[in-house]
């Protein structure tokens, strides 16, 4: 049987060179006190700069740490997969290394749990050092996205949160491509508690998701868990039949009243309204196909380059894909 730790914090890095140390101090004070057995996972996300070094330096004098390097950058959800893959134990503590959200409420985490949660998740109550224009954005996609989504996803909510190992092993059993982690544990079910916190500055560094990469998310995470966009086409085809109708109405009208009707105006709106309506279902169409065509290639989620723990030299990991679900195997 295995042997398994209390708890494994899992956190997914890239370029974090800055934080990675003082992320890994704080995480040891939080939890080593109760829990002197627990496992923390840094997963190096192909990050460009010494990251995957003070990580391996970490390894190489704490025997709880365990060090993943990957081979290329996979993304936030893929290199938290990878990481919670890796993980051993009962519990597993998701936490990002810019410690934006606090170590220190590992220990209320476990308690809400000990009242038999499966899953506690941290909301916002207040994020300090964002721009405006983040935490206006942010608040928009969580509401459209509890709007569209055919699961009840907690707005104001990240990666930020505690797992039982029962709700880990369904979640990795989960075989998409196009990952959207909270909106995957939300549909899991099981007893999910709230815990609000107030989220801090990064402690160095900058952001990590520019628009751009905001927007796939986004994207990700609505043709992920809802169908309702494909919906759009049958409203925008209503819409367009109603106003052509009403044209055909005037028309006849004009035609029977001897009214001569300007052509070219009433033709070049009603083109541009439709060609547009069009365009826009088309791309919301392309969005799924895309995913289908991902999902169809069966291509591996990640791969791992190198292992290390237990104060080891970092291991070369041996990886085999077995089944038609794509799942990974690691030989280490």
């Not at 990050?47 to 709880?64: L, R, V």
């Not at 190198?306 to 970092?314: A, H, M, V």
């Amino acid at each position: 049987m295995i042997q398994r730790p209390p708890v494994s914090v899992v956190i997914p890095c890239y370029n974090e060179e800055e934080v990675i140390v003082e992320t890994h101090r704080r995480v040891s004070a939080a939890c080593r006190v109760a829990w002197p057995e627990c496992e923390i996972v840094m997963v190096n996300d192909g990050s460009s700069d010494s990251t995957w070094k003070w990580i391996e330096s970490i390894c190489a004098k704490d025997p709880q740490a365990v060090g993943v390097n990957l081979f290329r950058n996979h993304g936030h959800e893929v290199a938290l997969t990878a990481g919670l893959t890796v993980a051993m134990g009962e519990r597993i503590f998701i936490l990002d290394a810019d410690l934006q959200d606090p170590p220190e409420l590992l220990p209320d985490m476990m308690k809400m749990m000990d009242e038999g949660s499966d899953v506690v998740y941290g909301v916002r109550r207040k994020r300090e050092g964002e721009t405006w224009f983040k935490l206006q954005s942010s608040k928009l996609f969580y509401r459209m996205l509890r709007q569209f989504s055919d699961v009840d996803i907690p707005v104001d909510t990240g990666d930020f949160r505690l797992m039982s190992r029962r709700a880990l092993d369904i979640f990795l059993s989960m075989p998409e491509r196009q990952r959207f982690v909270r909106g995957m544990v939300s549909w899991i079910g099981l007893r999910q508690v709230p815990l609000p916190y107030d989220r801090h500055a990064r402690f160095a560094g900058r952001s990590k998701y520019p628009v751009t990469k905001l927007l796939r998310l986004a994207t990700d995470a609505i043709t992920g868990f809802s169908i309702k966009p494909l919906k759009v086409a049958t409203y925008l085809g209503a819409m367009a039949g109603g106003i052509a109708l009403l044209s055909l109405i005037y028309v006849f009208w004009s035609f029977a009243a001897g009214v001569a009707v300007p052509g070219w105006s009433s033709l070049m709106v009603m083109v541009l309204l439709l060609g547009s309506a069009q365009l826009f279902v088309l791309g919301i169409i392309g969005e799924y196909l895309g995913q289908i065509f991902l999902e169809s290639k069966r291509r591996p989620l990640f791969i791992i380059d190198q292992i290390c723990r237990e104060g080891q030299p970092p291991k070369k990991v041996d990886i085999s894909f077995t089944g038609a679900d794509g799942n990974v195997k690691l030989k280490i």
